[in-house]
């Protein structure tokens, strides 16, 4: 091949990658940009992820939040401040990946793919709405319950929660709430590009109660309240991802489950 032919082949690749680079910088420049913004209202943040205890406690003389180590409340506010983050600059993020990848796609398909774009932030978003205005406070209160007053020569056990460990608990909530929320999002997009089915779904659908259960043990504390909150909305999630998925194969023209299986020798 001549040189001047390679030269052709290789420079839209490199096109492609200063451009990726640059998507990339902008998006890094976002998050630092909303990481001293969080930082700068880091107090604010933390109130917020602390009201559903002070809820729990409220009237109850004595509630505390503590730190054991110097440096403890110190990174505590980069953890709420970096979470913040995160959190306000995936619009950012989200449109630097739609910059990125829609000059290349077909007009069907950037039909297909911006929606899916679009739906990810909202769902996640009713994902952490759920578990911070519902699992969490139920949650509190079942724990606070298992505090003794002590008396009689018993000490009592009263709660005096660590902020790092209390924060980290609330955050994992949050992201482990939201990204289940996803569900339907990834399951629509495998169903229209074909990987799965609606009658494949349906087949599995005893497969995926048993995992949301054992992910809702693993991504939630040691309570069946709020693995319970977190498993049902999964399957009902998923089962909204299979009329979806009808919809989308009676879109396409494929033939019904039934026709298959009647045809299949």
């Not at 990174?75 to 995936?90: E, L, N, P, R």
């Not at 990848?101 to 909202?122: C, D, H, M, W």
């Amino acid at each position: 091949m001549p040189a001047d032919n390679l030269d052709d082949a290789k420079m839209p690749l490199l096109e492609h990658l200063v451009e990726l680079r640059q998507r990339l910088l902008y998006s890094f420049i976002g998050m630092i940009v909303a990481f001293f913004l969080c930082y700068a209202v880091a107090g604010d943040i933390y109130n917020f992820l602390v009201q559903p205890l002070a809820d729990a406690t409220e009237g109850q003389a004595g509630r505390r939040m503590i730190f054991t180590a110097l440096h403890e409340a110190f990174f505590t506010q980069i953890k709420v401040a970096f979470f913040g983050a995160m959190c306000i600059s995936f619009p950012v993020m989200a449109a630097q990946i739609w910059g990125f990848v829609s000059p290349g796609l077909y007009k069907n398909e950037r039909q297909v793919f911006l929606p899916f774009l679009i739906a990810t932030p909202v769902l996640f978003t009713l994902g952490a709405a759920m578990v911070y205005y519902l699992v969490i406070p139920l949650a509190w209160r079942f724990f606070i319950s298992f505090e003794t007053p002590g008396g009689d020569g018993n000490l009592p056990m009263e709660l005096e929660p660590k902020v790092d460990q209390y924060l980290a608990l609330v955050m994992r909530l949050i992201f482990a709430f939201g990204v289940c929320f996803e569900l339907p999002v990834l399951i629509v997009l495998l169903a229209k590009i074909g990987v799965v089915s609606a009658a494949g779904l349906r087949d599995k659908r005893k497969y995926a109660v048993l995992i949301a259960f054992v992910v809702a043990a693993i991504l939630t504390p040691p309570d069946v309240i709020s693995q319970i909150l977190l498993a049902v909305p999964v399957i009902l999630l998923y089962e909204i991802s299979i009329l979806c998925a009808v919809v989308i194969e009676k879109r396409r023209g494929d033939p019904p489950a039934e026709e298959v299986e009647e045809e299949t020798p």
